[in-house]
């Protein structure tokens, strides 16, 4: 009997281990199969499957693949493998995969049926790519983990989420276009712990269910209605709550108390009014809370003051009026504090808000405060980002703000400050960011600037500012690198401003290559990230993104009074991609050594630039914006211009002494008569005017003027025009030379006008002359 019991235990291993040989058989053929689909819609730029062998007995060992101890496939793990096209189809055949995570690529199209039929799967990635359509996964009923965030999925959810979420603990489905509402949707997930729905268009009201909850966000929705008081059950667990960018309203209850280990709370962008509850004050833990925009009571609880660990607070927006509360003043843990958006006129210095002892960042813009910027900054010995943008201030620039040695933020743009720049700028080597545009400064751009070797982000336009740019301008971003390094090791996301970018709208110039996707629509998410890469030194991707650029930097000294050359010298500011000098009084040639700039836009229009357009400039490949009008600009186009195949403006209208012919093939020829106005003497092939074919213009070089006197009339009118429109040249630099004098604004439009009506006029008349 033992020996018959003996032969049936063996007999039984045997078929054990076959079925096991042939289930991991089974598996290798499947990842086989994957592979083979992966390889033929990816030609290129592969990942590590690619280098899974066939000969190998196993595919325990294949990168990214994962085994149990029977050996059979368990877990998949395809993330940032340069994945492009449609999902592969046949994943259920996998029958022991417990995980897959197919995140961080470029995954295109539906998610198939097979898919839904892999029913043992217990975490399932597919974050990061541009998968639409329905999120069918509701025979998925053994999934503890679910993350599809930042795709395209649409449509609503109920019949989509698991049929049972009894062992669902963690769910991410934020950053798509779902929608329906939330109300009672996680009412049987027991075992949710952490859920982000942020990004999305649901709707409905925030309601129970989500007692055992440790993370809720649910950001930038279309969520109504108020908060009632059993949101906040005694024993709420919650660390995490993001209700920011909704339609919620009404009194936030004083039941948030019972959530004891919150330590992020973030409200801003709803209806909330009343007073700030003062339980919030209870939570010792708390270390983001963030108010803003919404119409809470300008009445601070002291309760607050208990809150040890707050470090960042942002109550802007709210319409508080009169002087900063002083209960900000006492919040001696606060690292960021944030009340821009209000309607302060004083208590700046008073609140005691300059006394913070480990404030860093400090944004008082839009509000209405006015008087002398306060010297009582010099004291802010660890304040690294000060914005005082669009208030009243006037006066000088205190010498002081140069003693702000960890300074990398300084906005001071659009007030009524008048002075210089002050020279003491020159000590802030780690300076990434000045915002000085929109006011009254006058004098030199001081040569010390040249030492901001981090300063990449520099905007001195709408200003009053005279003399040469200094040569020392070349120093400036020379090496940005220490402070970004040190901005990467923060693990915390730099933050600056708010929705609506409110900081960025103020520092970039909107409608340049780089910065044309920038709109008041951004979500907070997008411009937290956007601030977070410029801080951080990652630069901003333009496309096309097969051969992207990233931009560092810029320089704008649009609409001042500069003048003299510019300096060859630029030539070494290899960090910018941008490069405006628009409306100054700067004459002498183009400098040719500007080619060695990696820019992406130049704009040196409305100046009294003369001589040739450099023929270099076709070398700077990565040009997409070129304006060089109203200039004194002579000779042809150069052909070498029609090498920039990124151009997409480009204008060098009112440059009267522009001649020969606008190229009818390459890039130029893709521009319409409006980049070349007021340039009589320059041929347009392809205008309105008519083709001139080479016939056509041998037969106007062979006539001759004795038998037509009605053009000998009108060759004496070009040339009383021409000596009229050079009397303008002579009129608007002395009317320049006056303005410099003198100080102060005149009409310029209407010179401006004058000047456009000459050329115009001069057009006129060689169109009649060429007839």
């Known amino acids: 009997m033992s020996r018959l019991q003996h032969l049936l235990k063996l007999m039984c291993s045997v078929l054990i281990l076959a079925e096991l040989i042939r289930g991991n058989n089974d598996d290798m053929e499947v990842l086989i199969e994957l592979k083979k689909f992966l390889q033929a819609h990816n030609q290129i730029n592969r990942g590590a499957y690619d280098g899974w062998l066939e000969s190998e007995a196993s595919p325990c060992n294949w990168q990214g693949v994962g085994c149990d101890a029977d050996g059979r496939v368990s877990s998949l793990d395809l993330s940032s493998s340069r994945i492009f096209g449609p999902i592969f189809g046949n994943f259920s055949s996998l029958t022991g995969l417990d995980r897959l995570d197919l995140s961080a690529n470029s995954i295109t199209g539906e998610l198939p049926d097979d898919l839904n039929r892999c029913v043992g799967l217990k975490q399932l990635n597919l974050s990061h790519n541009l998968i639409c359509g329905a999120l069918n996964i509701s025979s998925l009923t053994s999934l503890k983990t679910l993350d599809v965030s930042q795709n395209r999925f649409e449509g609503g959810i109920s019949m989509s989420f698991p049929a049972t979420c009894d062992k669902l603990t963690t769910l991410n489905i934020s950053s798509n276009n779902l929608r329906g509402s939330i109300t009672g949707l996680f009412d049987n997930c027991s075992s949710l712990r952490y859920v982000d729905l942020s990004l999305n268009r649901f709707a409905g009201q925030v309601s129970q269910g989500m007692d055992g909850l440790v993370q809720f966000n649910a950001a930038e929705n279309d969520l109504t209605g108020n908060i009632s008081l059993s949101m906040f059950p005694e024993g709420c667990k919650l660390q ?40 919030i004050g209870t939570i010792p833990g708390l270390e ?23 470090n960042y607070l942002d109550i802007s927006g709210n319409n508080f009026g009169g002087e900063v509360q002083g209960l900000f003043g006492k919040l001696t843990s606060l690292t960021n504090l944030k009340l821009h958006s209000n309607k302060y006129t004083d208590g700046i210095v008073s609140s005691g808000i300059l006394r913070l002892p480990k404030l860093t960042m400090l944004d008082l813009s839009l509000n209405w405060f006015t008087g002398e910027l306060p010297t009582e900054v010099s004291s802010m010995k660890s304040i690294k980002y000060l914005v005082l943008a669009q208030n009243n201030f006037y006066g000088e620039i205190p010498p002081a703000y140069g003693q702000l040695v960890q300074l990398q933020v ?47 982000w520099l905007n001195l336009a709408g200003n009053k500012l005279s003399g040469q740019i200094p040569p020392e301008i070349a120093g400036i971003g020379s090496n940005p690198t220490p402070t970004f390094v040190r901005n990467q090791k923060d693990a915390v996301q730099l933050e600056i401003g708010t929705k609506k970018c409110l900081s960025v709208m103020r520092w970039i110039p909107i409608g340049y290559p780089g910065f044309n996707y920038v709109d008041s629509e951004m979500s907070l998410k997008d411009c937290r990230d956007l601030e977070d890469r410029i801080l951080k030194g990652y630069g901003i991707v333009t496309p096309p993104y097969v051969q992207p650029c990233i931009i560092l930097g810029y320089v704008r000294f649009s609409r001042n009074l500069l003048s003299g050359h510019i300096p060859p010298m630029i030539s070494a500011m290899r960090n910018f991609h941008l490069l405006l000098l628009d409306d100054n009084l700067l004459s002498g040639v183009l400098p040719s050594e500007i080619c060695q700039m990696p820019l992406v836009a130049l704009n040196v229009s409305r100046n009294v630039i003369s001589g040739v357009i450099p023929f270099e400039i076709g ?43 606008v190229p009818s093939t390459g890039q130029l020829s893709t521009f319409d008569e409006q980049s070349f106005l007021g340039d009589p003497i320059l041929s347009l092939r392809f205008a309105d005017y008519g083709p001139h074919s080479e016939s056509n213009e041998d037969e106007l070089s062979s006539e001759g003027t004795e038998d037509h006197p009605a053009k000998e009339e009108t060759m004496v009118s070009v040339i009383a ?49 060429r007839k």
């Open 721 to 769: 025009f021409i000596v009229f429109f050079f009397a303008t040249i002579v009129i608007r630099e002395y009317h320049n030379l006056m303005y410099v004098y003198l100080g102060y604004k005149t009409q310029m439009c209407q010179y401006e006008d004058l000047w456009r009506y000459v050329t115009l006029e001069l057009c006129n008349q060689v169109k009649k002359l």
């Open 410 to 456: 300084l906005d001071l743009s659009y007030n009524n400050l008048s002075g210089g720049v002050p020279a003491d700028i020159g000590n802030l080597s780690s300076l990434l960011v000045l915002m000085l545009a929109g006011n009254q400064l006058s004098g030199e751009i001081p040569r010390e600037i040249g030492n901001c070797t981090s300063l990449l």
């Open 240 to 279: 995490f709550l993001d209700l920011s960018g909704n339609h919620l309203f009404g009194n936030l209850p004083n039941s948030i108390a019972n959530c004891s280990g919150l330590t992020y709370l973030s409200l801003w962008g709803n209806g909330f009014d009343g007073k700030i509850p003062p339980g």
């Open 288 to 310: 983001k809370l963030i108010l803003g925009s919404n119409n809470f009571s300008r009445e601070m609880p002291l309760e607050l003051m208990n809150c040890t660990a707050l």
């Open 619 to 661: 070398r700077m490949i990565l040009l997409e914006t070129l304006d060089l009008s109203f200039n004194n600009f002579s000779s042809g186009l150069p052909p070498s211009l029609n090498q920039l195949f990124k151009l997409n403006k480009f204008n060098v209208s009112y440059n009267p002494l522009l001649s020969g012919n």
